[in-house]
């Protein structure tokens, strides 16, 4: 019990890298889920791009808002950008902060996914058969325009009788396939540039601002899950009193049914000084509405 307290403790100090490791998580889950995923186009003029651009966004679409799920900053980035301002005010820079770092770890599950794709190819194959040019290739000539549009359709599906012996179709296939890569391997050289560059130009920024907004951010995180472990438990110890009380006062029925009564003082010793002069359920959400609407300065002093 002792192991699985410190190992929640752990992540619970360490949510930044607790989510560093999910979003890694999330995009091996994703190259893991595409290669066993079989991949069947329609091959149907009307069906085929719909297939595949579904295929290539509509599962980022999905791992895009998982990360958002799984990531517990964004539901407190969203609490402190609704909260009344009360007696502590706002940063905005703050909120940005939170905001730019729950979509780039959010985003990482999502461009493996289409980059994948991009470098299998298939899916763009799909899509845009139907689209080439017929005048390109030499196999489609002498062919009318609705044929030719079943036939480029189903270029991806090789075994078809219709296009298996047609030689066009391994160099509208390669054509595109090629295509594909070369979009994938662009948009990875695009990101890992503008990760080096961001990198490196960084420190050219305000540092202080920046480790201002990082620790601010930590704090919201933080606070937060104080006080939920601090209202937890303030209930454990209301409850606690409720429930001594609610036994002091059948005292006379416990004594006729010759229960033993409880100790006098027993276990309420440690909830005094959460308890002081809080009697009442009232009371309980009294508090509670002072805290979301009026949050205390960052002023100990």
Same mark, same amino acid.
């Given at each position: 019990?002792?192991?699985?307290?410190?190992?929640?403790?752990?992540?619970?100090?360490?949510?930044?890298?607790?989510?560093?490791?999910?979003?890694?998580?999330?995009?091996?889950?994703?190259?893991?889920?595409?290669?066993?995923?079989?991949?069947?186009?329609?091959?149907?003029?009307?069906?085929?791009?719909?297939?595949?651009?579904?295929?290539?966004?509509?599962?980022? !679409?999905?791992?895009?808002?998982?990360?958002? !799920?799984?990531?517990?900053?964004?539901?407190?980035? =969203?609490?402190?950008?609704?909260?009344?301002?009360?007696?502590?005010?706002?940063?905005?820079?703050?909120?940005?902060?939170?905001?730019?770092?729950?979509?780039?770890?959010?985003? &990482?599950?999502?461009?493996?996914?289409?980059? *994948?794709?991009?470098?299998?190819?298939?899916?763009?194959?799909?899509?845009?058969?139907?689209?080439?040019?017929?005048?390109?290739?030499?196999?489609?000539?002498? &062919?009318?325009? &609705?044929? *030719?549009?079943?036939?480029?359709?189903?270029?991806?599906?090789?075994?078809?009788?219709?296009?298996?012996?047609?030689?066009?179709?391994?160099?509208?296939?390669?054509?595109?396939?090629?295509?594909?890569?070369?979009?994938?391997?662009?948009?990875?050289?695009?990101?890992?540039?503008?990760?080096?560059?961001?990198?490196?130009?960084?420190?050219?920024?305000?540092?202080?601002?920046?480790?201002?907004?990082?620790?601010?951010?930590?704090?919201?995180? !933080?606070?937060?899950?104080?006080?939920?472990?601090?209202?937890?438990?303030?209930?454990?110890?209301?409850?606690?009193?409720?429930? =001594?009380?609610?036994?002091?006062?059948?005292?006379?029925? !416990?004594?006729?049914?010759?229960?033993?009564?409880?100790?006098?003082?027993?276990?309420?010793?440690?909830?005094?000084?959460?308890?002081?002069?809080?009697?009442?359920?009232?009371? *309980?959400?009294?508090?509670?509405?002072?805290?979301?609407?009026?949050?205390?300065?960052?002023?100990?002093?």
């Amino acid at each position: 019990m002792d192991r699985f307290r410190m190992m929640f403790q752990y992540f619970q100090s360490n949510s930044e890298s607790v989510m560093n490791g999910i979003c890694g998580l999330l995009a091996l889950a994703s190259v893991k889920m595409y290669t066993s995923f079989d991949f069947s186009c329609p091959c149907l003029p009307q069906y085929n791009m719909a297939y595949g651009l579904g295929i290539m966004f509509v599962p980022p !679409i999905i791992l895009f808002l998982c990360g958002l !799920i799984l990531n517990r900053q964004s539901l407190v980035m =969203l609490e402190e950008w609704r909260r009344p301002p009360g007696h502590r005010k706002k940063d905005l820079a703050v909120i940005r902060y939170m905001c730019s770092s729950i979509m780039q770890r959010a985003m &990482v599950a999502p461009v493996v996914w289409i980059i *994948v794709t991009l470098l299998d190819g298939k899916c763009l194959i799909c899509a845009f058969s139907g689209s080439m040019d017929p005048e390109k290739f030499v196999g489609f000539a002498n &062919v009318s325009t &609705v044929q *030719v549009q079943q036939l480029l359709a189903k270029v991806p599906c090789k075994d078809d009788e219709l296009i298996r012996n047609n030689t066009s179709r391994k160099a509208v296939s390669r054509y595109l396939h090629c295509w594909s890569q070369a979009l994938g391997w662009s948009i990875l050289l695009i990101l890992i540039i503008a990760a080096f560059i961001a990198r490196w130009l960084r420190p050219c920024f305000n540092q202080a601002a920046l480790l201002q907004a990082r620790h601010w951010s930590n704090y919201i995180d !933080i606070e937060q899950k104080i006080f939920e472990e601090t209202c937890c438990e303030h209930s454990r110890l209301f409850a606690h009193k409720c429930i =001594l009380h609610f036994f002091e006062s059948m005292q006379q029925e !416990i004594q006729l049914h010759s229960f033993s009564s409880p100790r006098e003082g027993e276990g309420a010793e440690g909830g005094e000084d959460l308890l002081q002069g809080i009697t009442d359920q009232d009371q *309980v959400n009294k508090l509670l509405k002072t805290w979301y609407y009026e949050k205390p300065p960052l002023d100990v002093s």
